[in-house]
């Protein structure tokens, strides 16, 4: 089974302040996927990278996928309350014949940006 | 588009009882993949079904179960619940490779 781990566990900032938070595996991933929790609530997609060396932007988020596949980083710049939250990586397992794909999470970095 | 639903949101079950968690997945997305989200574990996948057929499968006992519709609708069961199951049982449903949507989740507490 591959394993993501994610660095930090925790990370608490004031509102202004940038943020890098790391996903690492031993294993290569097809694709990896970067998503948003809030509690009570499912996970939102903010990012597929499949690309190795790949970077995405979303407006304050940058996204890099590593050039070997095996490890992502999100960069938050100017983080605002609203940032707050679970973050997550999950990367996909190479698909099955037909298609399946299995994600496999990391535990997440609770994200708490402080006005 | 309407996103992905999840019926109940909120689940209290006693231990040896069992229960069945509804998906409905996004219009047009055949794929309905169903997730576990603990503190300690975080999501782990459960299963994968496709066009009424499972095609992928987690390490999970054979007391979790899902199946598929015609209309992709997704059920899955728990039987002979332990305090363990208690947890976030998240369903996502996916048009193609690297993008799952999540619906809100079931909390199911165990007692």
């Known amino acids: 089974t591959q394993l993501l781990e994610q660095s930090p566990q925790f990370l608490s900032i004031q509102e202004g302040e940038n943020l890098t938070v790391y996903c690492n595996s031993s294993s290569v991933f097809s694709s990896l996927q970067w998503y948003r929790q809030e509690p009570g609530e499912g996970p939102v997609l903010l990012v597929t990278v499949v690309t190795g060396g790949e970077v995405k932007k979303l407006k304050r988020l940058t996204f890099q996928f590593g050039d070997a596949r095996k490890d992502s980083s999100l960069h938050i710049t100017a983080a605002q309350p609203g940032d707050t939250g679970l973050y997550l990586c999950a990367g996909a397992e190479n698909p099955l014949q037909g298609g399946s794909e299995k994600l496999v999470f990391g535990k997440g970095t609770k994200l708490t940006v402080n006005p | 588009k309407a996103g992905v639903t999840q019926t109940p949101r909120y689940l209290i079950k006693t231990r040896g009882q069992q229960v069945t968690l509804s998906c409905s997945p996004i219009?047009?997305?055949?794929?309905v993949s169903w997730y576990q989200q603990t503190p300690g574990q975080g999501l782990q996948f459960l299963f994968e079904?496709?066009?009424?057929?499972?095609?992928n499968k987690g390490n999970f006992p054979g007391r979790f179960s899902g199946r598929q519709f015609s209309n992709s609708r997704s059920e899955m069961n728990v039987s002979t619940l332990e305090l363990g199951d208690s947890a976030l049982y998240l369903c996502a449903s996916s048009l193609r490779a690297g993008e799952q949507y999540f619906g809100p989740g079931t909390r199911l507490t165990v007692t």
């Open positions: 079904y496709f066009s009424e057929t499972q095609r």
């Open positions: 219009s047009g997305h055949r794929s």
